[in-house]
């Protein structure tokens, strides 16, 4: 991504730096500024991710289990108001980039984030925190700082007067402008639809290109006078282009760097990290922008300025802030911690809203993110849910009893913990006992009736305790916890551990009791099998190599004893039958991600609910 964004910016650049003669015999040679053409030169490329979404997905269904999810069908015309934001935005900054520096034409479209936030609290009813708002100040600072740089530096050469730089960073900021109402339009009528990312991309390039294609054919004609270097002074002159490009073939390497950068910038970005974090996303952007200044420094594109030192610092700053870069430091310091989790912004519950309207009852625990949900057996409105801060990576973990009442979803008891909650199981004797598995190797038996501390902890499990369950069978009463030291305990309803299992050659990421055989549990690991225990034995009894590759989840089937579910990292939940492992009865494909967890449904035997990291439930 660093190295194709890079490229993309500093080709358009290159390409600007060309001169060449024209159409006709008589023609002077002149600068290569055809920006409108590079833009479809853009489109173009980002048209070709269209092309490598159908190959892959031919391949794919080559395969005998195909993996990719293709998405659903949608209206393509859903993409055309997007995309014709792209068109313009895109086309004004070319025509910026002929006008301004390379490092001035990135640093200043930081400036979208200022944009993007106000149009999403106006139309999107999106409520910003606090540091956002200090950090859109400071991006308008930043971009103060850099225009002023142009200004007093007078960053241009022979070709370019003072106004032209100064109106190309007028314009670059204009276009950030049209992105913001283009990123906007995305998140308000395209979010909801299952739409596979590079058919997204494509989906907007076709439209892209095509249309802007179209419109060179008047921009022919339109006079603009001195705006335009074209010799015959016309909005664009295509014909002009393809001459120059005759006369200089190595205009074309410039402009195939910029279509095929384009293309790989998008693939890369969706296929590899598409859910890269924000610390990352700046990090790279960041780099982005230091690559780019370095380059055209060293080429003699432009001169050192100290001033746009300081306006990049300051960007930098305003975007970290608004980014929320600023709270893992925050969280460290005492007198700083509850105020960097309260001003979290809620993002996942704009998707919510986003995609289900007001008609999803949504509970919102503050700078917390839901690991499990359990239902509790004796009151079917009420649930537990196990939450770790910052994705159960650092920081502490919250236990919620909650209840779904017609008004909403109401709090009925939480608990802190000092490491992050991962798992959670309700007692099936008592009503109000439940069990917690924690990141610090503990359990804990909560009371929900108790306000106060745990009733007991354990600490036996040398890693994270990553899933826990309580037996539902009638004749027995344990509890089963499985860690990532590779090690599966079983204990009595007061935590006394019973017996230790050993076997798996992975972490153990799902354990679960049979509901119809006692005695009997599941192991889900990330050495790609699924092992059934025997407790009165203490062994193994069936070992399943369930899929090549990390299993996170399992489920028995709640009508069949002999029938269970995995789901994987690869995407697919595979239905077994343990009267013959050899081959998996069905294979279910569907999620983009590692599936996260499955259930059975109570109801019906052919149905299960998955929930991934691709963010959809199915």
């Known amino acids: 991504m660093l190295t194709t964004g890079s490229i993309n910016t500093l080709s358009a650049k290159w390409a600007d730096m060309f001169k060449a003669k024209g159409c006709g015999e008589n023609a002077e040679v002149h600068n290569f500024s055809h920006p409108f053409v590079q833009a479809v030169g853009m489109f173009l490329g980002e048209f070709c991710c269209l092309v490598v979404f159908y190959l892959l997905l031919c391949q794919d269904k080559r395969r005998p289990t195909p993996q990719m999810n293709p998405g659903q069908s949608f209206n393509p015309l859903l993409f055309l108001p997007p995309a014709m934001c792209d068109m313009t935005a895109t086309s004004i900054m070319y025509v910026a980039l002929n006008m301004t520096s390379a490092s001035s034409f990135q640093m200043l479209r930081g400036a979208v984030i200022i944009f993007t936030g106000l149009l999403s609290v106006a139309f999107l009813g999106r409520k910003l925190a606090v540091s956002q708002w200090v950090g859109i100040f400071i991006t308008i600072m930043g971009l103060v700082i850099v225009g002023l740089s142009d200004f007093v530096s007078g960053n241009r050469d022979d070709s370019h007067k003072l106004s032209d730089v100064i109106t190309g960073d007028l314009l670059i900021i204009m276009a950030q402008v049209i992105a913001a109402v283009q990123m906007v339009l995305e998140e308000k009528f395209v979010y909801k639809h299952d739409v596979h990312p590079l058919k997204a991309v494509g989906t907007e390039g076709f439209f892209g290109f095509f249309v802007l294609s179209f419109l060179l054919i008047p921009m022919y004609f339109i006079p603009v006078g001195s705006f335009s270097d074209n010799p015959r002074q016309v909005l664009e002159d295509a014909l002009d282009a393809f001459c120059q490009i005759g006369h200089k073939p190595l205009i074309v390497l410039a402009l195939l760097g910029n279509t095929v950068s384009i293309a790989f910038f998008n693939f890369a970005g969706i296929s590899v990290t598409k859910e890269i974090s924000a610390t990352t996303r700046m990090v790279l952007d960041s780099l982005r922008t230091l690559v780019i200044w370095v380059v055209s420094l060293a080429l003699g594109w432009e001169k050192f300025q100290g001033l746009q030192v300081v306006g990049f610092l300051v960007l930098l700053l305003g975007t970290a802030l608004y980014n929320g870069l600023h709270r893992p430091i925050m969280s460290r310091i005492p007198c700083c911690a509850s105020w960097a989790g309260e001003e979290e912004p809620s993002n996942e519950e704009e998707r919510e809203r986003l995609l289900n309207g007001d008609t999803m009852k949504v509970f919102r625990g503050p700078a917390r993110h839901g690991y499990a949900v359990e239902v509790s057996p004796f009151i079917p409105n009420r649930v537990a849910c196990a939450a770790s801060q910052y994705y ?45 598995a924690g990141g610090d190797g503990s359990l804990q038996l909560w009371d929900s009736t108790n306000r106060s501390a745990p009733l007991r902890v354990v600490k036996e499990h040398t890693q994270e305790v990553y899933a826990v369950d309580w037996s539902q069978t009638r004749g027995e009463n344990l509890i089963v916890s499985a860690s990532w030291d590779k090690t599966a305990k079983v204990w009595d309803p007061g935590l006394k551990c019973l017996s230790t299992l050993r076997g798996h050659e ?22 790609g099998t699924l092992r059934i225990w025997d407790v009165k034995s203490n062994v193994c009894r069936l070992v399943v190599p369930a899929h090549n590759a990390e299993i996170l989840t399992c489920d028995w089937c709640k009508y069949d004893q002999n029938i269970l579910a995995t789901g994987s990292v690869d995407c697919s939940i595979r239905v077994w039958d343990l009267r013959n492992v050899r081959q998996h009865v069905s294979q279910l494909q569907g999620h983009n991600y590692a599936i996260r967890r499955l259930k059975f449904s109570p109801f019906s035997k052919t149905v299960l609910a998955s929930c991934s990291y691709d963010f959809t439930v199915r």
């Not at 909650?421 to 004797?429: H, I």
């Not at 055989?517 to 990330?526: K, L, R």
Request: net charge negative; charged share 10%; with cysteine.
């Open 506 to 527: 992975g972490v153990i990421y799902s354990s679960l009791w049979s509901p119809h055989i006692p005695g009997c549990f599941a192991t889900a690991s990330g050495d």
């Open 392 to 436: 159960g990576i650092a920081g502490c973990g919250t236990l919620l009893v909650l209840e779904d009442n017609p008004s909403g979803i109401a709090l009925v008891q939480s608990w802190e913990w000092s490491d992050g909650l991962f798992d959670v199981s309700w007692s099936e004797c008592n009503e109000h006992v439940l069990v917690a």
